[in-house]
């Protein structure tokens, strides 16, 4: 299940020269025996560039149910750029699956849309940076005190992402 869920995404977000672009996944993807339409969820992983490398990092089960599973593929993705230079960016992918004979099917792609970065922070994340009461990783915390987040998720993420601590 997790390999199936790899192989879609590395269909669609590798290419050789010249292999860009949704028809062209679409064969790739085709070429799996999974459904072709499914490269038109690719969204971030389908950028305009000539060239494309894909390495999926690591394949984790998000869910499993007896006839229904989610598998989240962090990937790691390099563009040929403008110069032919390689720009390195990545992904994480929610893939859906339900069970099938023989194997399980990929029937959805959820590409993460991580927002923009906040210009500022707003009350919330301020709030939940301050309180004593909540531990953040320390690499997170940076990140968010030097305003490099987004709050589009805010409080909500908040709340989910932060461990509470006894003091």
Do not use: F, N
Not at 40 to 65: C, N, T
Not at 134 to 143: N, S
């Amino acid at each position: 299940m997790k390999l199936r869920a790899a192989q879609v995404v590395e269909a669609i977000g590798g290419w050789p020269p010249g292999g860009q672009g949704v028809a062209a996944a679409r064969q790739r993807v085709a070429a799996l025996g999974v459904d072709p339409g499914l490269a038109d969820q690719g969204g971030p992983l389908l950028a305009d560039a000539p060239r494309a490398a894909l390495e999926v990092v690591y394949a984790q089960y998000g869910g499993l149910l007896a006839d229904s599973a989610s598998v989240l593929v962090v990937c790691r993705q390099w563009l040929a750029g403008p110069d032919g230079a390689p720009v390195s960016t990545g992904s994480t992918v929610d893939v859906r699956l339900s069970s099938g004979s023989p194997r399980w099917s990929v029937t959805a792609l959820h590409p993460a849309d991580p927002g923009a970065v906040a210009a500022a922070l707003g009350d919330p994340a301020t709030r939940v940076l301050a309180q004593p009461r909540i531990a953040l990783p320390r690499r997170r915390w940076r990140t968010c005190a030097a305003g490099r987040c987004t709050t589009r998720r805010s409080p909500r993420c908040w709340r989910w992402r932060a461990r509470t601590t006894s003091r």
